[in-house]
């Protein structure tokens, strides 16, 4: 387990992490950490390392883009001092080049993309203990259609990034493949984007992965 | 993992088991399982087993004892045909007799509570594979408290009819137990009863560990 | 124009036709036929063809399967004694098998869905001019996907009793393929199921070829 | 086809256009460009004519007169660079002349349309490759009822604006006339301003005329 | 003054009289006899013959037609034994052919609303002392308009049964026509049918002149 | 009739006034102007006199007393140019006194009162031609009632401040008395205070008793 | 203190008794007894005679009158079994007399409301150890007032009814009146009807006055 | 009774002062003072000492700590210029110590919380005449509890502060603990922080008895 003893936790990203957290705070009592993978972790966290009081942090916006986070970005990252911090974004700015194909200004193209979350990377690294970068994710087995297609390229960007500043990496679109061998993806999310809680499982148990959560603790 | 392909497992109970789960059905898409344990076992069974294809139902109700069950165990259990049933309830049974002390008709003392139950799972017995009873929990660590002690005998009871049943048999206070000694009662669950979903985490790895649930699946 | 002076025209389907119409008249002031392809026909057929008085009626019901239009169809068609019915049914019946695979009640596999069709149209055409049969349709381009490879199958089905029967077949599948071929699936439907109204366009305009409506008589 | 490859094709005017669009944007995914001729514009261009992709944007709101549109010009139309501007306004120029007679500050009164409008006419002509001046209209056959009259007023200073400025004339109250010889006006509008699907199927119509649509391509 | 001390005077008509009045009663305290010209005459004869004791019920329920009315004759006329009763039928009656004309189902025509309505009068009048009859209208002063010319036919039905059932006549098309002379029908009702509180208080008038309303008393 | 052709009317004072009006105008469509005396005064003048186009605009607040008409005068009435204006105002001032007689900052004295309401006549009078001044009233038939004789010396500062001013008078309590004779006070308001529609009506001839109202030609 | 230990005290009345009670139960957790004088009384008893565990229902029901009661005395009063029965009824008997005097049907006289109530004590008597009857009241210092002096009338009643058939009786026009020497009727109840929690507690004062309830134990 | 004539007695706390309060105000007609302890005392006075006017008001604000009340002192307490002034603060800044432990900065240590209490205390002695601080409690019989423990250590400090400063003391969790020995904690609060009617007339009676509430007179 890479956390240490009352270290704090922060995610950032868009919808899929965000689940209708409490604004703006993004922790504290009932549903502050909403109801996604952040929460999951939460509570796998909070009750098998009670001792270690790791302290999380969820402040997803629904529809952000890396331009989003950009805009807000030492409001709720540098200012809120986390010890550890998560990164999952770049979901809409590939999807509105697929849903809205006509409103450009709407659209985060690939270069934009990297040169922001680069420099979000970089100014956070000083600050932060561990860093982790998930990718975006298309629950779409078919690698030849064209949105996955963009999701992968997005998500080859992260990894460049992830590879390039030293941060661990979380590859969540081959997590959901696995599964999609085995299910449909429809299964998993009605739009193939906003994940099912079986979703949300195979989103944390991959972000624990990264971070060494011991699983065998569960067992005892 | 004691469960086999295709089989549906059902769980019935109180608040704790309900969490907002849809009505009548308590199956299918969005929060139809709820938002509580039954929910994060669901979720971890699609995600790690997707291959079985367990079918997951809720049929708990908010404020239920066990005399609630049994009015409704025909509709609600025999009528849904299940291969596996888990029952956790005498949580309202106990509560009532301290939270509205005057009010006896409310109260379902332990003798009612035991026969009751008995009857219920020698009913179900000979139409599953597998059954599963869970102990009523209160999430107190002093064992001297009066409420806890109740809810101590109740849980006692449980044991003793997995016991002549042949039922598997999940203590859900020690679950609680082995993490108050870390943190207080009230991290999780504001009334000591309704947990987070740190204490839902806490029950469905419990229910887990009881039906085979092999974690070390979740590190690949 | 196939339809004649003060005919009615009643079509009935799943949520897809449905669009949130008056329940149960499905006529009437406002909103009452829905938002969907049924208003837009009605709304080029009152504009175009004043003088033919047709009355159209939606008794579409969101969710429905061909089990619950047999359901229903005594109160809902037989009784309505409408001049012309159009039928668009099937999505449903596939789409659970796709989204709840483990919950096997609510599949309407199809042999089923056949035999159910084929006996509601015969059971309606002695008491109708015209019967239009719409296949369900799934917005997907590529035919390789699980779904899309099912609707394909319950398509062929509608056609094959189209044929059987006499009735006048609108393909819905082919028509979004046509668009497909330029636009992503994902502008046309959130879902891959429910059209923008850009779909729902392509939707009146297949079943208005059908019934042959004159489009030369709108650029005058 | 007047419009091109990729081209902006912006409305504005009152609750006519508005029809409960999104505020601010007036365009995106869901009913963003509200319920009326202009989705139904939007659907037939991007339907029929997908390889265009024109981008459809709504900047109506319900109850200007053209007062209203020149406050907000600059932010809604000039700062929007649409490649394409359709204007409708003047109906609650003239309706509050009718329904609220001795509220004298809310009237515009004609001279103060005309000068209004040929300014914000020839303000955005620069910057535009197309403009579309839509009449506004009163869905009464009697032609010499006072608000039809003045209504008709207001409408040939639309035509002089738009023969004087070289821009597309759109004659709404033609559109509707030619149904109102044969259906009721409540037909199409309970207080004959607000149109039924039917109305605003004859103000799309009438629209999409003036820009050279084919309606040959539908019946493929 | 036709009514006597403690008389029982009981309105039934459609929306014009209902205008939100309390269900089922339709009398007592706060808004229980609506917001339109039942509370006016109410609010009249309670201030001006305070030592009357009029007991006013308001019956009207929107929506209605002569045939709704006889469906309910029973239960919300002659069970609640009026003294006086008044009538104010026939709008929906011709509405409904004018704005769903294609519905004929929901058209009441001529002979039907005249043979109806005798029969409800003649039912009626043994059981009262006073019986008013008032005629539906529509806020058009164009005679020629078909809706007008065809309420003005229905309005003919009403005077003639008054006269040939010795009812007390309330002429209210006439009572607007004194005002559309100086008034634009948009002034008195949006829609033509629904009137603002000054054409309420023209109904008020009207039928409070046909009962002998001393104004002169107003002046005290 | 004192008013002439065109004029606006400004009424300004607390809920008896207000009754729900539209903020901030206080005119206009629907039921802009209120529920209460003020609507029935604008009834009355649009359907007596529509000749006349009285402009009716309702500026009361709920709650008001005369420190708050005070600290809103130049923005409701100085900057509203009426032609008329009316003003009711000083039952909070005594009421409070009354319901919540420990809390003194709320109440507004006679002296202060008499000051206030004489101010706001006076800077008002240059811009009127006419002013009309009602009293506040309680509808408490018992003089010696404790509230009843403190309304009634507000109401002497009223008749006061009307005649050294050359305002005209209302004499809203002697108005209601003289009904009170045959009515319980209940009857009239359930608080003694806020009247049905009656007691708007015995307010609303008051006022139009005091400003010339004809009302033989009601009866014509 | 005459209540014994694990009785149970039901009330029944009308809005003054209900408050908004949980309905049907009108016991138990949260805000069940609703709140007004019951729920005080339920405060006193259970925080200074916690060892006693007196039951404490509430079964009011807002606008009842006596034949109200009468009509649900089997399900509300006998089978709940009470050991103490308080009943207060009376206000709506009288009330509806004053605020609508023409509708003589919901008035309850003096002769029905002494014969019921006396049917209804002579009923419960029997099943109960101790029956408590409570005047109704209306908060009027002025006893020359019309209500007032009827409301004195109907507590003759009660108080005759009371020794006639040996129940406790408290005047609760007495325990008001004393406060009414000091504070005007407003102070106690915005209506002279429905009391403030200083009146509630007044109505709590004399019920457990006649009781026997120790207020010396609420100063140790 | 310590309380003079006319005094205003101000009360500042957290939830279990405010209980819905309005606000800002925090008196006032109908429930302004909230549903709690401070109601009960305000309606204690009203209606015993009725001659006094004590004015009562309520600034309690859900989830304060002692911190918050720092924030607001100035408005919500020197600025209102109480004669009395009441204070129960602490509960939150021990709460969150045991409900969200990893959020540190959401703590208020014991430290920080004497000193920020004392030093509101000395900002007002100067302007009230009498001051009385109540401990914060927790409703939980077991001492060696931790948060009982912790709740006690906050209550010293209260009463070592009310004593260095001459403050009346009001010993809250004395005043719980004498009727838990009877009754279980649950009884009294369902998370044994916020009181049922019975724990905040527990409350009530404390202070009442600190002030010198002569309960004698209830038994008049």
């Given at each position: 387990?890479?956390?240490?003893?009352?270290?704090?936790?922060?995610?950032?990203?868009?919808?899929i992490t965000?689940?209708?957290r409490?604004?703006p705070?993004g922790?504290g009592?009932?549903?502050?950490?909403?109801?996604?993978y952040?929460?999951?972790?939460?509570?796998?966290?909070?009750?098998t390392?009670p001792?270690?009081g790791i302290?999380?942090?969820?402040?997803?916006i629904?529809?952000?883009?890396?331009?989003?986070?950009?805009?807000?970005w030492?409001?709720?990252?540098?200012?809120q001092r986390p010890d550890w911090l998560s990164?999952m974004?770049g979901?809409?700015?590939v999807w509105?080049?697929?849903?809205v194909p006509?409103i450009?200004?709407w659209?985060?193209y690939?270069?934009e993309y990297e040169?922001?979350l680069?420099?979000?990377?970089?100014?956070?690294k000083?600050?932060?203990?561990?860093l982790v970068?998930?990718t975006?994710?298309?629950?779409?087995?078919?690698?030849?259609?064209?949105?996955?297609?963009?999701?992968?390229?997005y998500?080859?960007v992260?990894k460049?990034?992830?590879e390039e500043?030293?941060?661990?990496?979380?590859d969540?679109q081959?997590?959901?493949?696995k599964v999609?061998?085995?299910?449909?993806?429809?299964?998993?999310a009605?739009?193939?984007?906003?994940p099912t809680q079986?979703g949300h499982m195979?989103?944390?148990?991959?972000?624990?992965?990264?971070i060494?959560?011991?699983?065998?603790k569960?067992a005892?």
């Amino acid at each position: 387990m890479k956390l240490k003893q009352g270290q704090k936790l922060l995610f950032i990203g868009d919808s899929i992490t965000d689940c209708d957290r409490s604004k703006p705070d993004g922790e504290g009592l009932f549903d502050a950490t909403g109801r996604g993978y952040v929460t999951i972790v939460n509570a796998l966290l909070t009750s098998t390392y009670p001792e270690l009081g790791i302290r999380v942090v969820n402040k997803g916006i629904s529809g952000n883009t890396v331009r989003d986070l950009k805009a807000r970005w030492e409001t709720d990252v540098i200012a809120q001092r986390p010890d550890w911090l998560s990164i999952m974004i770049g979901i809409n700015d590939v999807w509105r080049q697929f849903d809205v194909p006509f409103i450009k200004d709407w659209h985060v193209y690939i270069d934009e993309y990297e040169a922001t979350l680069r420099e979000l990377v970089q100014r956070s690294k000083p600050g932060v203990e561990g860093l982790v970068l998930m990718t975006p994710f298309y629950i779409e087995p078919n690698e030849a259609d064209a949105m996955r297609a963009a999701m992968d390229r997005y998500g080859a960007v992260v990894k460049r990034i992830a590879e390039e500043e030293g941060a661990l990496f979380v590859d969540t679109q081959a997590a959901f493949n696995k599964v999609l061998g085995t299910l449909y993806a429809g299964t998993l999310a009605w739009d193939r984007v906003h994940p099912t809680q079986a979703g949300h499982m195979i989103l944390a148990r991959a972000f624990l992965n990264a971070i060494g959560f011991d699983w065998s603790k569960m067992a005892q």
